[in-house]
């Protein structure tokens, strides 16, 4: 009995540490992605931003606000992501947390020239996303689950490494 007992604590402590082919992978990784919340808003001419648009592509979501300044040091990044990334699937979407809405926010989006769209968010949205400090990046695969996510000023080289990675997967 005792030895029994041994072999069945040794093949449990053997299978634990086993590294079988594929039994840890990219694809693994993939699989337990959860959906990203779906969301409709609009953009500052009205025209509505929906998620379910951008099915196929990899997004960056970006909580930001105009008085932020982690979010001011992060949407030049942004911006260059957009320009250099777009072409293979890539989008920003700018989703602002600002108290004064449309009026607060158009000027700023004119001056800082941002080149892909922004919606004012709801605190119902930024709850779904787990907003706590900001900027709050979400980046969303091409079938539209949760890949990554950062609270506060990402590292620019490695988010755009996790980019590069998504537009990498299969479609």
């Known amino acids: ?21 594929g039994a840890v992978s990219q694809g693994a990784e993939e699989n337990s992605r959860k959906p990203a919340p779906a969301f409709s808003l609009t953009d500052a ?10 099915k196929g ?24 992501f957009q320009k250099q990334y777009e072409a293979q699937g890539f989008t920003v979407v700018g989703a ?26 709801s605190d119902e949205l930024a709850k779904q996303y ?12 091409r079938d539209g689950r949760i890949a990554d996510s950062h609270s506060g000023v990402v590292d620019r080289n490695a988010w755009e490494s996790k980019i590069q990675q998504l537009l990498n997967e299969k479609k």
Do not use: Q
């Open 45 to 54: 001419s009205g025209a509505p931003v929906r998620l379910s648009d951008y």
């Open 130 to 141: 787990g907003l706590g400090d900001m900027p709050l990046s979400v980046l969303i695969d």
């Open 1 to 21: 009995m005792k030895n029994r007992v041994i072999a069945v604590v040794l093949f449990a402590v053997v299978l634990h540490f086993a590294k079988l082919p």
């Open 57 to 80: 592509k990899v997004v960056l979501l970006n909580f930001w606000a105009t008085w932020c300044h982690g979010c001011k040091t992060e949407i030049p990044w942004y911006r260059d």
């Open 96 to 121: 602002s947390m600002d108290d004064g809405g449309w009026k607060v926010v158009k000027p700023f989006v004119k001056e800082k020239k941002l080149n892909y769209p922004v919606v004012i968010a």
